[in-house]
């Protein structure tokens, strides 16, 4: 199936859904997401702050729920080695 041909209202239960899984699943690393699928959350909020014409802070807002300081402070740890590595490979394999 094209995801041009995906209408609105699925996309958009889909990326709800998808934002309010990664705001449940602190656990999961933005270095983690990275070294896996080459986005983290800092990305996706990016995009949706590109797609809304609002600012990166507030794009991030909404998908952190609430600001990225806070949420960093509350969750992120400090990355590994191994971790900074598989995320440095990941970012090889995104289009340019």
Same mark, same amino acid.
């Given at each position: 199936?094209?995801?041009?041909?995906?209408?609105?209202?699925?996309?958009?239960?889909?990326?709800?859904?998808?934002?309010?899984?990664?705001?449940?699943?602190?656990?999961?690393?933005?270095?983690?997401?990275? *070294?896996? %699928?080459?986005?983290?959350?800092?990305?996706?909020? /990016? @995009?949706? !702050?590109?797609?809304?014409?609002?600012? +990166?802070?507030? *794009?991030? %807002?909404?998908?952190?729920?609430?600001?990225?300081? /806070? @949420?960093? !402070?509350?969750?992120?740890?400090?990355? +590994?080695?191994?971790?900074?590595?598989?995320?440095?490979?990941?970012?090889?394999?995104?289009?340019?």
């Amino acid at each position: 199936m094209d995801i041009n041909n995906l209408d609105d209202a699925t996309a958009a239960n889909a990326f709800r859904r998808l934002v309010r899984h990664l705001q449940h699943r602190t656990d999961a690393q933005n270095v983690d997401l990275m *070294g896996l %699928a080459g986005f983290c959350r800092n990305c996706l909020g /990016d @995009w949706v !702050a590109e797609a809304g014409d609002m600012s +990166t802070d507030a *794009g991030r %807002a909404f998908v952190y729920g609430m600001p990225y300081a /806070d @949420w960093k !402070a509350q969750h992120q740890q400090p990355a +590994t080695e191994d971790q900074l590595r598989r995320m440095a490979e990941s970012l090889t394999r995104n289009p340019r």
